[in-house]
């Protein structure tokens, strides 16, 4: 897929970067019309490395992450570890997803992956009692249950469990034998009461389940290797370089939100120390179960003992405070740049939609050909590409610092001329175009709709590629004192080069990388058209 004034043409884009590189082994070669150009073998190697997506695991790396994920949701939730290998299975070993639906109605979580939080039946007095399965009476140190209570003897409990686990991976939704209970049965359970062989067995099917229940890894088909790839979905993100792109995709997917939000917004229970956010008036607190210990909101202290606790006592509140500014400002940015990743999508769709059959439509209405309505097709092309552009540039005002107040200013004002106009032209597209497909008479000629969208789009186009070039320039347009050059405004009508942009040796086509001999200690991405270190890692693109 190409952007701008051409469909057909890459020569034209000036600030897209095509979502895949493909290339052959004749353009390793190199030559003068932008294929690759390498100075050595080892060069090339190293190049082709750069443009993998993917990532190779040995067991100790699955092992590992699996563990990480484990530690993470374990903590959050302050459940334990055997729960937390629980919940991820269920969720494909995703802990945001984990995160989210917990959050969002525990009750129904735990039900459907059966953590009961107590018993379903109790023997408080009992010295034996009787399994479930042989019928045999046994003291209460030879009988095992999981939460719901329901009895079985330790002997019963191993057959039961070494059935399952030489079954299949079937073992890791294993639940209490009882027909109508669905408490699930943890690892820790299965490594108290198993043989060692069993428990090999199953620890092998859970780390195996990190790999076959998650969408993005996979086993690698080679016969008789135990190596795993993780797939990375990468996509275009000039004119932001990489390093600002690993940061917010690794502050967007780590937990370091959730913490500042637990921070701000919660108290610790003064027994337990699990988070709670208060959601009723009163200042009486009851934490959740087990602990359900009774306190006062506000000095923290136990209610048995509370008396008045209306005199004040200094206190130093600067991390809650820094850690609401700092949620409030990342929401800013994400909510934006996420807005207009999903508003990216659905333009991605009508543009299908207009593409398979819209024009076929406006054509037959209009008595025009298709190749009449390109204009049509290029107006959705530049909308696809200006939110992917204007995604970014939030990621890039996050992380713009912030006593750097003239660039501020500036990068402010040139990404919301870009906005505004990306909005007309959407605007226009999605809806005016509606009035030309419909039964009733359009309200204008339908060349005035060809007139207005084609000069919206060249608009906007020239409003983001002044946003690109300034952000690839560093912004370079504001001088030392604070005020931008002759050249810093942009100019809505204003003719702006294409084809071979960046900074300096970076420069290279849309979707093309290129290389410098004497550039030894990094290396140019085409993702982007910025230098980076060659130990730069991959990362996720979102």
Same mark, same amino acid.
């Given at each position: 897929m190409?952007?701008?004034?051409?469909a057909e043409s890459t020569d034209?884009d000036?600030?897209?970067?095509?979502?895949?590189?493909?290339?052959?082994?004749?353009?390793k070669?190199g030559d003068?019309?932008?294929?690759y150009e390498?100075?050595?073998?080892?060069?090339?190697?190293?190049?082709?490395?750069?443009?993998?997506?993917f990532?190779?695991?040995?067991?100790?790396d699955?092992?590992?992450?699996?563990?990480?994920?484990?530690?993470?949701v374990?903590?959050?939730?302050?459940?334990?570890?055997?729960?937390a290998?629980?919940?991820l299975r269920h969720?494909r070993?995703?802990?945001?997803?984990?995160?989210?639906?917990?959050?969002?109605?525990?009750?129904?979580?735990?039900?459907?992956?059966?953590?009961?939080?107590?018993?379903?039946?109790?023997f408080?007095?009992?010295?034996?009692?009787?399994?479930?399965?042989?019928?045999?009476?046994?003291?209460?140190?030879g009988?095992s249950?999981?939460a719901c209570?329901?009895?079985?003897?330790?002997?019963?409990?191993?057959?039961y469990?070494?059935?399952s686990?030489?079954?299949?991976?079937?073992c890791?939704t294993?639940?209490?034998?009882?027909?109508?209970?669905s408490?699930?049965i943890?690892?820790?359970?299965?490594?108290?009461?198993?043989?060692?062989?069993?428990?090999?067995?199953y620890a092998?099917?859970?780390?195996?389940?990190?790999?076959?229940?998650?969408?993005?890894?996979?086993?690698?088909?080679g016969?008789?290797? #135990?190596?795993a790839?993780? +797939?990375?979905v990468e996509e275009a993100h000039r004119? =932001?370089?990489?390093g600002? &792109?690993a %940061? *917010?995709?690794?502050?967007?997917?780590?937990?370091?939100?959730?913490t500042?939000?637990?921070?701000?917004?919660t108290?610790?229970c003064?027994?337990?120390k699990?988070?709670?956010?208060?959601?009723?008036g009163?200042?009486?607190m009851?934490?959740?179960a087990p602990?359900?210990?009774?306190?006062c909101w506000?000095?923290?202290?136990?209610?048995?003992?509370?008396?008045k606790?209306?005199?004040?006592?200094a206190?130093?509140?600067?991390?809650?405070t820094?850690?609401?500014?700092?949620?409030?400002?990342y929401a800013?940015?994400y909510?934006?740049?996420a807005?207009?990743?999903?508003?990216?999508?659905?333009a991605?769709?009508?543009?299908?939609?207009?593409?398979?059959?819209?024009?076929k439509?406006?054509?037959?209405?209009q008595?025009?050909? #298709?190749s009449?309505?390109k +204009?049509i097709t290029?107006?959705?092309?530049?909308i =696809?590409?200006c939110?992917? &552009?204007? %995604? *970014?540039?939030y990621a890039?005002?996050y992380?713009?610092?912030e006593?750097e107040?003239a660039?501020?200013?500036f990068f402010e004002?040139l990404?919301?001329?870009?906005?505004?106009?990306?909005?007309?032209?959407?605007?226009?597209?999605?809806?005016?175009?509606q009035a030309?497909?419909?039964?009733q008479?359009?309200?204008?000629?339908?060349?005035?709709?060809r007139?207005?969208?084609?000069?919206?789009?060249s608009?906007?186009r020239n409003?983001?590629?002044?946003?690109?070039?300034?952000?690839?320039?560093?912004?370079?347009?504001?001088d030392?004192?604070?005020?931008?050059?002759?050249?810093a405004?942009?100019k809505?009508?204003?003719?702006?080069?294409?084809?071979?942009?960046?900074r300096g040796?970076?420069s290279s086509?849309a979707?093309r990388?290129?290389?410098?001999?004497?550039?030894?200690?990094?290396?140019?991405?085409?993702?982007c058209t910025y230098?980076?270190?060659?130990?730069l890692?991959?990362?996720y693109?979102l």
């Amino acid at each position: 897929m190409h952007h701008g004034n051409d469909a057909e043409s890459t020569d034209d884009d000036y600030y897209s970067g095509d979502t895949a590189v493909e290339y052959s082994e004749d353009d390793k070669d190199g030559d003068n019309d932008g294929h690759y150009e390498f100075d050595n073998e080892s060069d090339d190697v190293s190049a082709n490395r750069r443009q993998q997506n993917f990532i190779g695991l040995k067991e100790a790396d699955i092992r590992q992450r699996q563990e990480d994920e484990i530690t993470t949701v374990s903590t959050v939730l302050s459940v334990s570890r055997a729960d937390a290998a629980i919940l991820l299975r269920h969720h494909r070993w995703s802990a945001s997803n984990v995160h989210d639906v917990w959050f969002a109605d525990e009750d129904r979580v735990r039900k459907a992956v059966g953590l009961l939080e107590s018993p379903v039946v109790r023997f408080p007095n009992a010295k034996e009692l009787t399994c479930g399965i042989c019928f045999e009476s046994s003291p209460l140190d030879g009988i095992s249950s999981a939460a719901c209570g329901h009895p079985f003897c330790d002997e019963c409990w191993r057959g039961y469990m070494s059935t399952s686990i030489n079954g299949g991976p079937g073992c890791l939704t294993l639940r209490c034998p009882e027909p109508s209970c669905s408490a699930a049965i943890g690892q820790d359970m299965i490594d108290r009461l198993v043989s060692e062989e069993d428990k090999e067995k199953y620890a092998r099917y859970l780390v195996r389940s990190y790999i076959e229940d998650n969408p993005k890894n996979k086993w690698c088909p080679g016969p008789g290797c #135990e190596y795993a790839v993780e +797939f990375v979905v990468e996509e275009a993100h000039r004119p =932001v370089d990489c390093g600002t &792109v690993a %940061k *917010w995709v690794m502050k967007n997917s780590a937990e370091s939100e959730n913490t500042n939000w637990i921070l701000a917004y919660t108290k610790p229970c003064p027994k337990c120390k699990r988070p709670i956010e208060k959601n009723h008036g009163c200042m009486h607190m009851t934490c959740a179960a087990p602990c359900r210990f009774e306190f006062c909101w506000l000095c923290l202290g136990a209610l048995k003992d509370h008396g008045k606790c209306n005199r004040y006592k200094a206190t130093n509140e600067t991390e809650r405070t820094k850690a609401k500014k700092s949620i409030k400002r990342y929401a800013h940015y994400y909510e934006r740049w996420a807005t207009n990743h999903s508003s990216r999508q659905k333009a991605l769709a009508s543009l299908h939609q207009m593409q398979t059959v819209n024009l076929k439509k406006l054509s037959v209405k209009q008595s025009q050909p #298709e190749s009449q309505l390109k +204009f049509i097709t290029e107006a959705w092309l530049q909308i =696809v590409e200006c939110r992917r &552009v204007l %995604k *970014w540039t939030y990621a890039y005002g996050y992380y713009l610092p912030e006593p750097e107040h003239a660039k501020r200013q500036f990068f402010e004002y040139l990404q919301g001329e870009a906005e505004a106009g990306l909005e007309r032209l959407h605007q226009c597209a999605e809806t005016d175009v509606q009035a030309y497909l419909g039964p009733q008479p359009p309200p204008t000629n339908f060349n005035h709709f060809r007139t207005k969208l084609a000069r919206l789009t060249s608009v906007t186009r020239n409003y983001f590629e002044n946003l690109v070039r300034a952000l690839e320039n560093g912004l370079s347009d504001v001088d030392s004192q604070g005020a931008s050059s002759k050249t810093a405004t942009p100019k809505s009508g204003a003719a702006v080069g294409k084809g071979k942009r960046g900074r300096g040796k970076a420069s290279s086509r849309a979707g093309r990388p290129s290389r410098s001999s004497d550039d030894h200690g990094s290396w140019t991405c085409d993702r982007c058209t910025y230098f980076n270190t060659r130990s730069l890692p991959t990362y996720y693109g979102l």
